[in-house]
């Protein structure tokens, strides 16, 4: 059975970079065809998908997030990892890690396994 969880810091001041890792465990990330993906959950609003990366590194982005994300990977510790830069209030959000196929990267977000989830605040 995969698990995933989240860790990083819970408050981040405005303008500062969110860092948060996934660690995996029953898994590989390394696996083929699967995508590693972040979700975020603002209070009040659905589901957004944030980016994915894959079995092989390549690297999928929201239009909307893209020019403040990074997504990458440490095989040796089996994690991935988010980075959000520049973050506002607006960015404060459950923020979670998933796994699954294709369906898993895009706005469907139809994920097979899921963290926990961790909650992230933007204030001052």
């Known amino acids: 059975q995969v698990q995933l969880q989240e860790s990083g810091p819970g408050l981040v001041k405005p303008s500062q970079t969110l860092s948060l890792t996934c660690t995996v465990s029953g898994g590989s990330i390394t696996a083929n065809s699967y995508y590693w993906s972040w979700i975020r959950q603002p209070p009040g609003k659905g589901m957004e998908w944030i980016g994915s990366i894959t079995y092989s590194g390549n690297g999928y982005y929201s239009p909307s997030l893209k020019s403040r994300i990074s997504i990458s990977r440490d095989t040796s510790k089996n994690q991935f990892t988010l980075q959000l830069s520049s973050v506002t209030p607006e960015d404060t959000a459950v923020y979670r890690c998933?796994?699954?196929?294709?369906?898993?990267?895009?706005?469907?977000?139809?994920?097979?396994?899921w963290g926990q989830g961790t909650q992230v605040t933007v204030s001052s």
């Open positions: 998933a796994l699954g196929g294709s369906s898993c990267s895009g706005s469907r977000v139809a994920c097979s396994y």
